[in-house]
C-alpha cells in the first residue's frame, strides 16, 4: 500500500504532497523536509530506494523516488509495493503528466495543482493504485475536463474571484507581484525557491 | 517532456494568467499568507457556490504548504454538495486533504455522499468514492458500504473499478462488512475490464497479506489467473500473494514452482523477474529442508540475483542483495559461492548497497574467512566518512563475530585486539556494545582472560585519549568494561600498581558517573590484590603506600557529583582507613580485604531474571505494607532524606563496624539472599549455594563447538596467552591474521600427515566413507583452548515467552473466515424508511452501538449475544405450535439471526483447493509420490469420517482398488462401475471422487457442535485404463440459460494423451456451446494435453433451454494416447447427467425477502418426507446446502427455512423439519415441475443420510 506521494523541487518546496494516513500538517511539512534532505544527499546514480525508517509507518516502509531535473517524486509504500513496479509507475504518472498538459514542465504542477492532484487521484486512489493504463487515466481525465468546460467551469470564476480579490485589497501585492506580466519582483529570493 | 526544466520559481510564464488564484500563494512569502487566510474566510462568507469554491482551492494549496485548513471544513462540505462537478470536485479534493476521523462536522456528508454515489453522472460517483477513500471513518462506512457494494456491480468500469478498491477502506474501518461483501469481490477477480479486475486483486492481495490463512481457498483462482494474465502489475500482486500464502499450505508451494520458473526464464520485465524469484524463495522456505530436489530452483534464483548484481543498475544491485539475504537465512551455502561479489559491493559508491551486503557477510562467515572478513571490514571502517555508516560497520562487525556464541572465532585475542581497535573509532555512539562484548568475552572464555586484563589496562593506562575528544559520545564506555575486567580479575594483571595509579588519575573525575563508579568498586578489588601481594611479599613498606594512595586519592571520587559513585567512595575510604589503622599496628589485612570480593561472577542469561518461576503461595500485587493514607503528605519524606543525607555527607563518620563485624553481616546477607528466591544467585544450583568456597569448579563449562575434536598435541600456539611475539601495548589484529594463517598451515600438515596414517589404516580395515581433502570448516581448531562459560538460568525457567500480538494492529479485526457461508444476520445495513421497521430498528440500532463503543467487537460474542437474544424470542414464541409459514415470518422478524449455517460452500471451497492441490503436481516436482500418498492418507479418512450407507462405501472401495492396481479385467470392471455409478449419480450426483486427498474442512465457527463430513461437488463421469473424468455442473447467475460444466480429465496410464475432443449429442433442449463456424457433429478440443499421471481441468459449456426437468446427454471423448510403441486412437464413452439442482445457484437470502417472497402467494407447494434419519440436523442443511446449493435462510432448533434461486430465476423455497428419525421437506417454488424434480432429487440425498 502507498502511504505517500510527495513531490518537491530540489530546494525541498512542496509541489504535490499527498498523504493517505492522517499527519497534522507540522509533521507533513517535517516528513517532507526529513524525505528531502534524505533524497538530495544521494546522487543520481545511486539506487532509488531508501528505508522509509521512523518517517512513515516504521519498518515495513519504504521510499522510493525518481529524480527529473529539478523535482523529485517520492513514494511511499509498504512492503507489498513492488520497488520496480513503483518506479514504472511514477515514470507513468510523468508520462501522463506530460500528456495532460503537452509537454509538461515543473512549472504546471504549480498552475495546475488541482488538476495534477485529479490526475493522481486517477492513478492511485485510498493507498492502492488504481489504474496503471495510461491511456485510460488520460482519456478519464479527459472526460472530466470536458464536463467542467461544459458546465463553464471555473472560468466565469476566476473574474469573479479576481475582482473580490481586488476588492478586499489582496493585490496590494502587486508591489511585490506584478501580475500584469507576472514578473516577480523577489525581495528575497532564498524564500521563494 | 523537460520537466522542471522551465521550473524557475520566482517567474511565470508571461501572458498567461493562472486559473485560480492559488499559484500566487506559492511565491508568496509566509507574512502575507495570513493576509491571504483572513482573505479567503471573507470569500467563504459570500452566498456565491463560485467565490467559495474558489476560496477553497485556495485552501488546499495552503494546506500543501503546511497550514491547518480544518477550520474550514464545513465551507468544504458547502463546496462538496454543490450541483455542479466543478465546485464538487474541488470541495472533495480539499476533504480528502485534511477531513479525518477527528472532524467532527464529517457526519454531515453522509447523505452527500450517498446522493452523489447515486449519480447518474459517473464523474460524480467517481469523485466521491475517491474522496470518500480519503476520509472514510467506521461511522461512513457503516452506512455507506451497502451503497458502495451496489456499485461494485455498477455498469460502467470505471466505477466498478473505484467501488472495487474503496471496499478496502470500508472493511478497514467496519470488518461486520467483509463478509457480506466478500463474495461480490471476489466475482470482480474475474471482471470483463482489466481494471476492476486489477482493483479486485490488489483489495484481495492486502487483505490476505494480513490473513492469509482466510483466502487460501482462492489459491486455485488466482493460479488461474497468474497463469492466464498477460498484466504484469496484477502478476505481480499475485506473485506477491503467493509468497505470503506459500508458508502456510507447501502443497501450493510445489504446485507454483514448475509457472513460476517459466515466468523467471521467460519474463522481459525485471520487476515481475524479481518477484517471481522473491516467491521461489519463500516457496523454497516453506518446502523446507525436505526437498533435496529443488537445489535446480536455487541455483536459477542465485543465477538470476547475480545477474541483477552485477547490472550497472544501481536498483536492481540492490533488490538483488536483497533478495539474496533471503536465500542466505535458508540455503547459506549456495550464497556463499558468490562471495566475491558481496565483497565487491561492500566497495559500492552506494551506502544502501554497502549495507545490504553487510547484511550478507553477516552469514557469509565461517571459521575460515571469519579473520578475512573483518580485515576487509576494518579497512573499511577506516575509509568510512559517515559516522551512520562506520557505525553500522562497527555493529555489524561485532554481530558477525558475536554470532551464535562466536560460533566462529577460532583465536580470542585476535578478537579481543579487534575490539580495542575499534575503541579507537572518533565518535561512534556504539561504545556500549564494544564494552559489552569485552566484558561478556573476558567474563566466558576463561584462557583469554590474561590476554584481556593486559589488553585492559593498556586501554585505561591510555584512557585520556579515550576520553578526551569524545566526551560524551558512548566510547567512553569501554573504560567501563576495561576497569571492570582490570578489577575482576586482576590476578592476571602484570603491573597492577601501574593499573591502579591510572585509575585514580584526577582526570578520571570528567568521566560519566556510572563508569566512575566501576572505577571505584574495581579500585578496592587492584587494591586487594596488591595487599596480598605485598604481604606475601613481606613488603609491609609497600603495603602501606598504597593504602596511602587511595587514602589520597579517593577523596577525588567522594565529591562526585553521581551519587553511586559518591557512596561507594565514601564507602571504601572508610573501609581503607580503617585498614590503615590496621596496617599501622602490623596487622596482617590482605586476607580480609580480599574476602571482600572472593567467589566469582558468573554471565546471567538475559531474560533469566523474567522466568524465575513465581513460587506458589505468594501473591505480587498484594501490598506488602498497606500504603499509608494519602493525608500523609508527599513532600516530607524527600525533606527528612536530605536532612539525613547532608551531615552525613560534611562530616566523614567513623567506620561503623569491624572487619569481623562486616563479615558476619556479609555471611548473614548471603544466607538471606540464597533463602531469597527473587535474587539470582551467583552458583547455579541449590546444592552449591553453601559451597561457598571461591572455586570455579562448579561453573558449568561447555566447550566451543568443536565437531571433530582433533586436538593439536603438545603443541605450542604462538600467539597463545600472554602477549609473546607482539610489541608490548596494543596489539595490530592484522598480525593475528597473518600468524593464525601459519598456524592453521602447520594444522593442517599436522593433520594432513595424520590423516594419511589414518588412510593407511582404513586402508588396512574396512572401507569407511572418504574424508574430504578441502579444509572445511570443523576442521579448523581455535587457538586457544576455549571455554566458554554458559548463562545462567535460574532453576524451573519458565518455558519461552511468546511474543505477544500487538493488540492494536487494525488488520486483526480482518482475520475473519470467509469461507463460511453468510448468516442471515450478515448483511450490510440498509437504508429504509424508519416506519417499515420500527419493531427492529432499535435492537438494531443497540448493536450498532455496542458495536461502535468497543471498536473491535469479537465475533463470537456478537453471536453469543445474538444466541441469547434468539432465545428470549423462541421462549415468547412458543406458547403457540406455529404452521410453517408463520415461523418463517416471524423468525423473519427475529431478524437477531439465526445460529443456523449452511456449511455447504465451505466444502465446496475446501474440498475444491484440497482437490486443486493433489491433482497436477506439475511435471518438475517428483511426480510418484504425491498422488500415492495422498490417496491412501484419503482413504481411511474418507472411511472413518464419511457416515454415509454400506452400498456406497463398498462402491468407492471398489473404485480404490481399481485406482491402485489397474486390474487386468478393468473393462469388465469398469462396467460394473459404471452402473453402480449410474445408479449413485440417480442419488446424488456429487461424490467424492476418491483420490481426493480431503482434509478436515478448517472452520472457526465456535457455533459448530460437530465436524461435518467432507464433501465434494465432483462425481465420476466415465472411466478407462487411460482416462479418467470427474466432472461437476455450475449454473451462473449471470447467463439465464447457461450451465458450465468443469470436467476433470486425469491420465491414469503411461501414455502421453493428446488431441483430446470431447462431444455430445446435442438434445433439443440442450446443446453443447461449440466455437463458432463448427456444426453440430464436431466435437470441442480439449485445450491441453496429458503427461502421465497428471490432470487437469476443462470446461465446456452447455446451452439450456428448459431446466425444470433433467435430463442426459451422451458424450464421447476421443483422444489419441501414444507412447513408446506407437500411438492409438482411443475412444470413452459418457453420460453427462444434469440434475434439476444443477440448474440452481446458492443465493443468499435475507429473512425479510424470503418472508416476502413467503407471502405472495404465487408459488406451488410440494413436500417429501423421509424415514430414518440419525445424521445430525447440522449436516443434514450442510448437505442439502453443499448437493443442492441452498443458503439457510433461518434455522430455529430443528427447523430451517432455506433458499435457492434457478439460473432461469424461479425462486425455490424449503422449510425443512427434522422429527424423530424422518426429516420432511416442504417446498415453495415458482415452477411446480422443477420443485417436484428437485425434491426428488433431495429425497435420493436425504435417503442416505
Same mark, same amino acid.
Given at each position: ?160 474571484? +479576481? ?31 | ?82 450541483? &455542479? ?83 478496502? &477502506? ?205 580485515? &576487509? ?226 554471565? +546471567? ?49 567513623? %567506620? ?39 572455586? +570455579? ?22 600467539? @597463545? ?53 578441502? =579444509? ?96 428470549? &424470542? ?53 511426480? %510418484? ?15 472413518? =469420517? ?16 481399481? =485406482? ?112 463458432? @463456424? ?165 429425497? =435420493? ?5
Amino acid at each position: 500500500m502507498i502511504q505517500a506521494i510527495l513531490v518537491f523541487n530540489n530546494h525541498g518546496k512542496p509541489r504535490l504532497v499527498c498523504f493517505y494516513q492522517r499527519f497534522p500538517e507540522e509533521i507533513q511539512q517535517q516528513i517532507i523536509r526529513e524525505i528531502f534532505h534524505l533524497v538530495l544527499k544521494r546522487d543520481d546514480n545511486i539506487c532509488n530506494f531508501l528505508g522509509g525508517g521512523s518517517l512513515i509507518g516504521g519498518s515495513d516502509y519504504k521510499l522510493i523516488y525518481r529524480h527529473y531535473a529539478t523535482l523529485y517524486f517520492v513514494f511511499c509504500g509498504d512492503s507489498s509495493e513492488s520497488e520496480l513496479g513503483i518506479l514504472d509507475l511514477i515514470q507513468d504518472l510523468v508520462e501522463t503528466l506530460d500528456k495532460c498538459f503537452e509537454n509538461v514542465c515543473g512549472l504546471d504542477l504549480i498552475f495546475h495543482m488541482d488538476k495534477v492532484r485529479y490526475i493522481l487521484q486517477e492513478v492511485v486512489m485510498g493507498r492502492m493504485v488504481l489504474e496503471i493504463n495510461m491511456n485510460e487515466i488520460v482519456a478519464q481525465t479527459e472526460g472530466q475536463n470536458r464536463l467542467e468546460k461544459s458546465e463553464g467551469g471555473l472560468s466565469a470564476a476566476p473574474a469573479r474571484a +479576481v475582482s473580490t480579490v481586488k476588492n478586499i485589497g489582496l493585490l496590494e501585492i502587486p508591489r511585490i507581484i506584478n501580475t500584469g506580466d507576472l514578473n516577480i519582483k523577489v525581495p528575497n529570493p532564498s524564500q521563494f525557491v | 517532456m523537460n520537466l522542471g526544466c522551465v521550473e524557475v520559481d520566482g517567474r511565470g510564464p508571461t501572458g498567461t494568467v493562472p486559473g485560480a488564484a492559488g499559484p500566487f500563494l506559492l511565491w508568496m512569502p509566509a507574512k502575507y499568507i495570513s493576509q491571504c487566510i483572513d482573505e479567503i474566510k471573507q470569500e467563504l462568507k459570500q452566498d456565491n457556490i463560485a467565490v467559495k469554491a474558489n476560496a477553497v482551492c485556495k485552501l488546499t494549496y495552503l494546506q500543501m504548504l503546511g497550514y491547518d485548513i480544518s477550520w474550514a471544513a464545513f465551507n468544504i462540505i458547502e463546496v462538496m454538495s454543490a450541483s &455542479k462537478f466543478t465546485f464538487k470536485r474541488i470541495g472533495y479534493l480539499a476533504a480528502s486533504q485534511c477531513f479525518h476521523e477527528g472532524t467532527d462536522v464529517i457526519m454531515l456528508t453522509t447523505n452527500q455522499i450517498r446522493k452523489d454515489l447515486s449519480s447518474p453522472s459517473q464523474y460524480d460517483t467517481g469523485v466521491a468514492l475517491t474522496g470518500l477513500s480519503c476520509f472514510v471513518t467506521p461511522d461512513l462506512a457503516r452506512d455507506l458500504a451497502n451503497d458502495i457494494m451496489t456499485l461494485m456491480s455498477h455498469t460502467k468500469p470505471y466505477i466498478r473499478k473505484k467501488a472495487v478498491l474503496i471496499m478496502y &477502506k470500508v472493511f478497514l474501518k467496519y470488518p461486520e462488512s467483509l463478509r457480506p461483501a466478500f463474495p461480490r469481490l471476489k466475482e470482480k477477480l474475474e471482471d470483463p475490464d482489466p481494471g476492476v479486475q486489477s482493483a479486485a486483486v490488489n483489495v484481495i492481495c492486502e487483505l490476505a497479506r494480513r490473513n492469509p490463512k482466510n483466502y487460501l481457498s482462492l489459491a486455485p483462482l488466482f493460479f488461474k489467473l497468474m497463469t492466464s494474465s498477460t498484466n504484469n502489475w496484477v502478476l505481480i500482486k499475485i506473485i506477491k500473494l503467493f509468497g505470503a500464502l506459500t508458508p502456510l499450505e507447501p502443497r501450493l508451494g510445489k504446485k507454483l514452482i514448475e509457472p513460476l520458473t517459466n515466468l523467471i526464464h521467460s519474463t522481459s520485465a525485471m520487476s515481475l523477474l524479481y518477484e517471481c524469484v522473491n516467491t521461489v524463495i519463500a516457496v523454497l522456505i516453506s518446502l523446507s529442508s525436505g526437498m533435496p530436489n529443488h537445489s535446480a530452483s536455487i541455483q536459477l534464483c542465485v543465477q538470476k540475483l547475480r545477474i541483477l548484481i552485477e547490472d550497472s543498475d544501481q536498483n536492481l544491485k540492490y533488490l538483488g542483495l536483497l533478495a539474496m539475504s533471503k536465500i542466505l537465512r535458508t540455503h547459506p551455502k549456495s550464497v556463499q559461492a558468490h562471495k566475491d561479489l558481496v565483497l565487491q559491493c561492500l566497495d559500492d559508491k552506494d551506502e544502501s548497497i554497502r549495507l545490504r551486503a553487510l547484511d550478507l557477510l553477516y552469514g557469509m562467515v565461517s571459521k575460515k574467512n571469519l579473520m578475512e572478513i573483518v580485515k &576487509k571490514l576494518m579497512t573499511h571502517v577506516d575509509k568510512a566518512e559517515g559516522t551512520t555508516y562506520r557505525d553500522e560497520l562497527l555493529t555489524k562487525i561485532i554481530d558477525i563475530c558475536s554470532q551464535s556464541n562466536y560460533q566462529h572465532i577460532t583465536n580470542f585475542e585476535w578478537y579481543i585486539s579487534i575490539l580495542v581497535e575499534l575503541t579507537r573509532l572518533e565518535g561512534t555512539r556504539h561504545g556500549h556494545l564494544i564494552a559489552a562484548q569485552m566484558l561478556d568475552v573476558a567474563i566466558r572464555v576463561k584462557a583469554i582472560r590474561r590476554f584481556a586484563v593486559s589488553q585492559m589496562s593498556a586501554l585505561l593506562d591510555s584512557a585520556h585519549l579515550v576520553a578526551s575528544s569524545t566526551q560524551r559520545s558512548g566510547i567512553c564506555e569501554v573504560l567501563y568494561a576495561a576497569a571492570w575486567i582490570c578489577g575482576e580479575f586482576s590476578e592476571h594483571l602484570q603491573e597492577p600498581q601501574q593499573t591502579l595509579e591510572a585509575m585514580l588519575r584526577p582526570k578520571v573525575t570528567t568521566l560519566p558517573g556510572h563508569i566512575q563508579a566501576v572505577y571505584v568498586q574495581n579500585v578496592v578489588k587492584l587494591y586487594a590484590a596488591i595487599l596480598q601481594q605485598k604481604e606475601r611479599a613481606a613488603d609491609t613498606q609497600a603495603a602501606q603506600e598504597v593504602t596511602q594512595l587511595l587514602v589520597e586519592r579517593l577523596p577525588q571520587f567522594v565529591q562526585s557529583a553521581d551519587l553511586e559513585a559518591q557512596e561507594r567512595a565514601s564507602c571504601i575510604l572508610q573501609l581503607v582507613k580503617h585498614v590503615q589503622k590496621l596496617q599501622a599496628r602490623d596487622v596482617p589485612v590482605a586476607e580480609e580485604v580480599s574476602a571482600l570480593f572472593a567467589g566469582e561472577l558468573n554471565p +546471567v542469561a538475559p531474560k533469566a531474571q523474567k522466568k524465575v518461576p513465581v513460587p506458589e503461595g505468594l501473591d505480587l500485587d498484594a501490598w506488602i505494607n498497606e500504603p499509608l493514607s494519602d493525608s500523609e503528605s508527599e513532600d516530607e519524606k524527600p525533606k527528612a532524606i536530605f536532612h539525613d543525607e547532608e551531615p552525613r555527607h560534611a562530616k566523614q563518620r567513623p %567506620p561503623e563496624a569491624d572487619e569481623q563485624e562486616l563479615a558476619r553481616r556479609r555471611e548473614a546477607r548471603k544466607q538471606e539472599q540464597a533463602n531469597n528466591p527473587f535474587y539470582i544467585k551467583s552458583s547455579p544450583s541449590p546444592q552449591k549455594r553453601y559451597q561457598d568456597a571461591p572455586g +570455579v569448579d562448579h561453573i558449568p563449562v561447555v566447550q566451543i563447538d568443536l565437531s571433530v575434536p582433533l586436538k593439536v598435541p603438545g603443541k605450542c600456539v604462538p600467539g @597463545g596467552t600472554g602477549d609473546g611475539g607482539f610489541r608490548p601495548g596494543m596489539p595490530m589484529s592484522d598480525q593475528y591474521v597473518k600468524l593464525e594463517e601459519e598456524r592453521r598451515h602447520r594444522q593442517r600438515l599436522e593433520k594432513d600427515k595424520r590423516k594419511r596414517k589414518k588412510r593407511e589404516r582404513e586402508r588396512r580395515g574396512a572401507r569407511r566413507h572418504s574424508s574430504l581433502h578441502t =579444509e572445511s570448516d570443523e576442521d579448523i581448531t581455535p587457538a586457544q583452548r576455549v571455554d566458554i562459560v554458559t548463562e545462567e538460568m535460574p532453576e524451573n525457567a519458565l518455558p519461552s515467552d511468546e511474543d505477544d500480538k500487538d493488540p492494536n494492529d487494525p488488520y486483526r479485526a480482518l482475520d475473519i473466515d470467509l469461507d463460511k457461508p453468510l448468516a442471515d444476520s450478515e448483511k450490510l445495513p440498509v437504508q429504509k424508511h424508519r416506519d417499515a421497521e420500527t419493531s427492529k430498528s432499535p435492537e438494531r440500532q443497540d448493536i450498532a452501538v455496542v458495536e461502535k463503543k468497543s471498536k473491535k467487537p469479537k465475533r463470537k460474542e456478537k453471536k453469543h449475544k445474538e444466541k441469547e437474544r434468539e432465545k428470549k &424470542k423462541k421462549e415468547a414464541e412458543k406458547s403457540s405450535v406455529t404452521p410453517p409459514g408463520r415461523v418463517v415470518s416471524a423468525g423473519a422478524r427475529s431478524r437477531g439471526g439465526s445460529a443456523a449455517r449452511a456449511a455447504g460452500s465451505v466444502h465446496t471451497r475446501g474440498a475444491d483447493l484440497d482437490f486443486w492441490l493433489s491433482t497436477a503436481p506439475p511435471a518438475a516436482t517428483p511426480a %510418484p509420490e504425491e498422488p500415492g500418498v495422498n490417496a491412501a492418507v484419503a482413504a481411511p479418512k474418507e472411511e472413518r =469420517e464419511e457416515p454415509r450407507g454400506e452400498e456406497q462405501d463398498a462402491a468407492e472401495d471398489g473404485e480404490q482398488d481399481l =485406482e491402485k492396481k489397474p486390474s487386468k479385467h478393468k473393462k469388465k470392471k469398469h462396467k460394473k462401475d459404471k452402473e453402480e455409478r449410474s445408479k449413485d449419480q440417480k442419488k446424488s450426483k456429487k461424490r467424492a471422487p476418491p483420490r481426493e486427498g480431503e482434509a478436515e474442512p478448517v472452520e472457526n465457527g465456535a457455533l459448530d457442535e460437530e465436524p461435518l463430513p467432507p464433501m465434494s461437488s465432483y462425481s465420476l463421469l466415465a472411466e478407462n485404463s487411460y482416462i479418467k473424468m470427474t466432472y461437476d455442473v455450475q449454473g451462473s447467475l449471470q447467463k439465464d440459460s447457461q450451465v458450465t460444466v468443469s470436467v476433470v480429465l486425469e491420465n491414469q496410464s503411461s501414455s502421453f494423451l493428446k488431441n483430446m475432443e470431447l462431444n455430445v449429442l446435442d438434445s433439443l433442449n440442450a446443446r453443447l456451446a461449440r466455437p463458432e @463456424g463448427s456444426s453440430v457433429h464436431d466435437g470441442v478440443p480439449v485445450p491441453f494435453q496429458l503427461p502421465p499421471g497428471i490432470s487437469n481441468e476443462a470446461q465446456f459449456v452447455f446451452t439450456i433451454q428448459s431446466i425444470v426437468t433433467a435430463q442426459k446427454l451422451k458424450g464421447t471423448l476421443s483422444f489419441i494416447a501414444k507412447n513408446d510403441e506407437g500411438s492409438t486412437h482411443e475412444k470413452l464413452d459418457f453420460k453427462l447427467h444434469f440434475t434439476c439442482t444443477s440448474y440452481l445457484v446458492t443465493t443468499p437470502c435475507y429473512s425479510d425477502a424470503f418472508a416476502k417472497l413467503l407471502e405472495s402467494g404465487d408459488l406451488s407447494m410440494s413436500s417429501v418426507k423421509v424415514d430414518g434419519i440419525s445424521m445430525s440436523f447440522q449436516n443434514l442443511l450442510a448437505k442439502i446446502c453443499f448437493h443442492h446449493h441452498f443458503s439457510v435462510v433461518e434455522r430455529v432448533d430443528s427447523c430451517a427455512s432455506m433458499y435457492s434461486r434457478s439460473i432461469q430465476g424461479h425462486h425455490v423455497c424449503l422449510l425443512v423439519k427434522k422429527g424423530e428419525k424422518s426429516v420432511s421437506v416442504d417446498g415453495k417454488c415458482s415452477d411446480s415441475t422443477l420443485l417436484s424434480n428437485v425434491l426428488e432429487e433431495m429425497k =435420493e440425498t436425504l435417503a442416505k443420510c
